[in-house]
């Protein structure tokens, strides 16, 4: 996405609490004035002290999520009621990046007495193109925004697909008007999200050409309750950069162990991805949580990606110090961990495609056939999302180990890596790895 409009700021999330928004959706209108109320934004990318648009541009919000193959999509539709061209760029699920930036915000939260909260407004990345839109007076542009997880945003999905809600949903547009950027917002719109069951196929749709879709079964564990799955959200809304208060994490996370002892592991995980997406200010703390993360109840993903923090935090524990080989060999022992939990045989070089759908048939059998590429779909996506973190794992790997494999010890330096790889995964595996981070001169 174009880095070259000034509102562009340091790529970091900030907290801003802005007052006087407007609960209208279209600003400089001849309405009566509604009394203000306080917005809390996490910037990403974007300066804190934006204006607020005085020009009649319109965020209106569709009544009801839709599950789609993409996962649950709200459509937004932005209206240029002024006389100005005005410039965005929607953010994209799909644009490559791990740091994703996007002119769309989103606040949800839950309706339900038990789990309903303020909640911060989040970029919003939509499902499709992320390039940038040019809005002349008097059109429009529909968005199609991401509702549940995406595979490289820093934050906890909108709508989580296994609670069914109606949810409270507000939409922030920050656009610009000749190099001046500014931003509106829209009303509060109750929006249902569609129940669905969450359940994978165990047969094959015709077609599908990559590896056999059981080998990437979810193990059966009973989801955590909507009280705890808030409770992780809460800490992770408590992370404010190098500034978050750690300690009061720490604090509110043994709380929640003992109120939740058969869920210590997700919030070791928790506490594991707040350390890791802080700085890495305690390098320590956040390797014991990773540690205390590794069990069998995790994912394949989660655990690679708590290897992949562990491995990070590795280097951090003598901050300016230069890396010995000791460091080196630590790093790579845990980034090799997280690719043996990802059953490097069988997963493929890359993401085969997927075959056409099978349309919308409205007859029983042709619903099924639809459920039945839905669930596959999703399957597939995982299968894609868990490439992707072994393409980082072995990125990493080569940034921590390349210089020994340069220096003048590069025979030694191979000797310790074929030991950390024989370590942790198959005799196959280990050959693939050496030929990756070391091919032959």
């Not at 008097?138 to 549940?148: A, F, G, P, V």
């Not at 249902?192 to 564990?221: C, F, I, M, N």
């Not at 929640?256 to 058969?262: D, G, H, K, M, R």
């Amino acid at each position: 996405m174009s880095m070259s409009l000034p509102h562009r700021a340091r790529p970091i999330l900030a907290t801003a609490l802005l007052a006087g928004v407007w609960s209208s959706a279209s600003c400089g209108a001849d309405d009566e004035v509604p009394t203000p109320e306080p917005l809390v934004v996490r910037w990403h990318g974007h300066a804190a002290d934006l204006p607020r648009t005085e020009l009649p541009i319109e965020v209106d919000i569709s009544p009801e999520a839709q599950r789609t193959l993409d996962g649950i999509v709200l459509t937004a539709r932005i209206e240029n009621r002024s006389t100005e061209t005005i410039r965005f760029s929607p953010g994209g699920v799909d644009v490559g990046s791990y740091f994703h930036f996007s002119d769309v915000y989103a606040s949800v939260s839950y309706t339900n007495p038990e789990l309903a909260r303020p909640q911060p407004f989040w970029p919003a990345l939509q499902v499709d193109s992320a390039a940038e839109v040019v809005l002349a007076p008097e059109e429009s542009h529909q968005l199609r925004l991401r509702m549940d997880g995406t595979r490289g945003f820093t934050r906890d999905p909108f709508m989580e697909t296994g609670i069914p809600d109606t949810h409270s949903v507000r939409v922030m547009l920050v656009f610009a008007v000749d190099d001046r950027s500014q931003w509106v917002v829209s009303d509060h719109v109750l929006v249902q999200q569609p129940q669905t069951e969450l359940a994978y196929a165990d047969a094959l749709v015709k077609g599908w050409k990559g590896p056999p879709l059981d080998w990437l079964a979810p193990e059966s564990r009973p989801s955590a309750s909507p009280r705890l799955l808030q409770a992780l959200r809460d800490l992770d809304q408590m992370r404010r950069g190098l500034e978050t208060d750690l300690d009061e994490v720490e604090r509110v996370a043994a709380q929640l162990a003992v109120e939740f002892p058969q869920d210590v592991d997700r919030i070791e995980y928790q506490l594991a991805f707040v350390h890791a997406q802080t700085g890495l200010q305690r390098p320590d703390r956040l390797i014991e949580h990773a540690q205390l993360a590794w069990t069998p109840r995790q994912s394949t993903l989660d655990l690679a990606r708590l290897a992949c923090w562990w491995g990070d935090a590795v280097p951090f524990r003598n901050r300016g110090v230069p890396l010995t080989d000791e460091v080196r060999n630590e790093s790579a022992s845990a980034y090799v961990k997280g690719l043996a939990a990802l059953d490097l045989e069988q997963l493929p070089g890359a993401m085969p495609a997927l075959p056409d759908g099978p349309g919308i048939e409205r007859s029983p059998a042709g619903l099924a056939r639809n459920r039945e590429y839905q669930r596959v779909h999703s399957w597939a996506r995982e299968i894609e999302e868990t490439i992707n973190m072994r393409d980082v794992l072995i990125h990493q790997l080569r940034n921590i180990y390349g210089p020994r494999l340069q220096a003048e010890d590069r025979d030694q330096a191979l000797a310790d890596l074929a030991a950390i790889a024989a370590e942790h995964l198959p005799a196959d595996a280990q050959v693939e790895l050496l030929r990756l981070l070391a091919p032959a001169d």
